[in-house]
């Protein structure tokens, strides 16, 4: 499975964004899709969970202002991103947890590249 990321960029404090994250490959094995982030001087942190099923989870920090979905037709899960402030300043990555089973059960994750968001305040 492979992750391709976009819809980073520069914003100001209260603005939104929209990332995206499309995979490709064995995508019929994808299970949950999340969205991680990891600022400056500090360690990567789980930001919002999506399973396949469409059950959501998200970091406190979070709450009430980023929105996760996922539209498994296309392969691709988004981040809704509305009023945003400095501290979401990160470099924001997708996963897919993956399990494959024929012919050989291999379950695993799969990382995107990553895509800078910044916050001016």
């Known amino acids: 499975v492979q992750l391709q990321a976009s819809g980073g960029g520069l914003v100001q404090f209260g603005g939104s964004l929209r990332l995206s994250c499309s995979a490709s490959?064995?995508?019929?094995?994808?299970?949950?899709m999340s969205w991680h982030r990891q600022a400056p001087g500090r360690q990567r942190e789980l930001v919002a969970t999506?399973?396949?099923?469409?059950?959501?989870n998200y970091a406190d920090s979070v709450k009430g202002r980023f929105a996760i979905s996922r539209d498994n037709a296309k392969a691709t899960v988004y981040l809704q991103m509305n009023s945003l402030k400095p501290e979401d300043t990160a470099v924001y990555y997708c996963?897919?947890?993956?399990?494959?089973?024929?012919?050989?059960?291999?379950?695993?994750?799969?990382w995107g590249q990553g895509t800078q968001v910044t916050v001016s305040s």
């Open positions: 490959g064995s995508i019929s094995a994808i299970r949950d």
């Open positions: 999506i399973t396949s099923g469409g059950t959501t």
């Open positions: 996963s897919a947890d993956y399990l494959i089973v024929v012919p050989t059960p291999i379950a695993g994750r799969s």
